[in-house]
Every structure is written in structure tokens, then in C-alpha cells.
């Protein structure tokens, strides 16, 4: 039973558009949630961050839409580039745990066509 | 700064066959973690440990022990490995405190035949 649901195994993006990751959860317990990139041969990189104290938090192209009654968050990428083509993990901490217990989604492949 | 660095890269075994997992980072991070990576399963944790000095089971920790052997250094040992244990593992570390970012090693990719 996955706790973190990325529905979309794949998605493809024209170069300077929006790009728009979807990612949802179950436990209610979740209160820190976080994007990773990951390229291939490469472990996954942080990417950015939101609390559950916040409904929005932005770093550049990236913004990162939280929805807590809906159980709900995604990544928006504005515009999108060909560098942006990755795999891009959700990951959610349960509260009160230090450190980073993370539950990741399964991923979602990221295509950015020039 | 190499970060989380991650020994070996790839590794195939024979099912049976043990083989330990090394893992270091040098940020002076406290806790680390294993993670491991299925196509359709994202990543999985296996064993954390919060501090030098303890260690704590994740989701998938069977097949597995850990050792923490000091700040620096924590290595994942199969005992006896299993197709199943085909993945890609990661080693990652944190500062303690809650809700900060994990920094994550290259991985190993290994394969039991």
C-alpha cells in the first residue's frame, strides 16, 4: 500500500513550457514533503521543500503547490529546459521524526523536448 | 568535497554469496540511511541510523544488517543474497534535526543470479 502516489509514470514537456508534477498521499501524519531529481547513474538530489505549515513555496523555476486537504502537492517547472529531463521523486517525512525517514513516490520520468 | 560516496558501483553475486555495502560521508552529518531503488517501487528504506552508535530497522529490512561504525562510515551487509536483492541501493545522510533534505551516494547497482 503506497503511501506517496506519483500517477504519472511519464511526462512530456515542449522546451519553455510548464511542466506539472502531480503527487499524492495517504497518511495524514505527513507534514514535511520534498522533490528529488534524479539522472540517470546518479543518486537523487535534492530539489525543494515545503512544510506543511505552507501552501506554496517557490526557488527560481521551481514552485511547490501544497493542497493539505486534498492530499495533494506538485512541482510546477516554469519554463521548462532539456537539463530539466529527469527522473522526479516525491518524498514525504511523518511528523516528529528527526532526520528524514523519507516515503518516496515511485517517480515520474520528466522529458523536455528542445 | 565528495559528499555521500558509495563503494562498490556495480557488484553482481551469486545467490548465497555476502558482500558488504560500504558507505561514507564527510559532512558530519548524524544520521544515515539505505535506501533501496525498484522500477515501479521508488526508494525504499532499509535501515537508518538516527546518531553514532544506534541502529533502527526501515520498511524493508529483511536479508539486511547494518553496522554503524562510526560518524563517518555506515555499511549494509547481505548475508546471504537472494534474486530479490537485485536493486540499486543508496546510502544517504542527514543532519539530525527534523525535516532537513537527505544528501544521497551514487548507488550500487547490484545483481544476484
Known amino acids: 500500500d503506497q503511501q506517496v502516489k506519483q500517477n504519472s509514470p511519464s511526462l512530456s514537456v515542449q522546451e519553455g513550457r510548464i511542466s506539472i508534477l502531480n503527487c499524492d498521499y495517504t497518511n495524514s501524519m505527513f507534514d514535511y514533503f520534498l522533490w528529488y531529481k534524479k539522472y540517470p547513474a546518479e543518486g537523487p538530489t535534492f530539489l525543494i521543500s515545503i512544510s506543511s505549515i505552507k501552501d506554496k513555496n517557490e526557488d527560481g523555476r521551481f514552485t511547490v503547490f501544497l493542497n493539505k486537504s486534498a492530499k495533494h502537492l506538485s512541482l510546477h517547472i516554469v519554463p521548462s529546459q532539456p537539463g530539466d529531463s529527469a527522473v522526479y521523486f516525491c518524498a514525504a517525512n511523518p511528523s516528529g521524526e528527526y532526520g528524514n525517514k523519507l516515503v518516496f513516490g515511485a517517480g515520474t520520468i520528466l522529458r523536455v523536448k528542445s | 568535497n565528495a559528499g555521500v560516496t558509495q563503494t562498490p558501483k556495480f557488484q553482481v553475486l551469486k545467490t548465497g554469496q555476502s558482500m558488504t555495502l560500504q558507505c561514507a560521508q564527510d559532512?558530519?552529518?548524524?544520521?544515515m540511511y539505505w535506501y533501496r531503488q525498484d522500477p515501479g517501487m521508488g526508494l525504499r528504506l532499509i535501515y537508518y541510523?538516527?546518531?553514532?552508535?544506534?541502529?533502527d530497522k526501515g520498511e524493508v529490512p529483511n536479508g539486511y544488517n547494518v553496522s554503524r561504525l562510526n560518524k563517518r562510515e555506515f555499511s549494509l551487509r547481505l548475508e546471504s543474497a537472494a534474486p530479490s536483492q537485485t536493486s540499486v541501493y543508496f546510502c544517504a545522510s542527514t543532519r539530525q534535526e527534523m525535516n532537513t533534505e537527505a544528501f544521497f551516494g551514487q548507488g550500487t547497482r547490484l545483481t544476484v543470479v
Open positions: 559532512m558530519n552529518h548524524n544520521s
Open positions: 541510523s538516527a546518531s553514532e552508535g544506534t541502529t
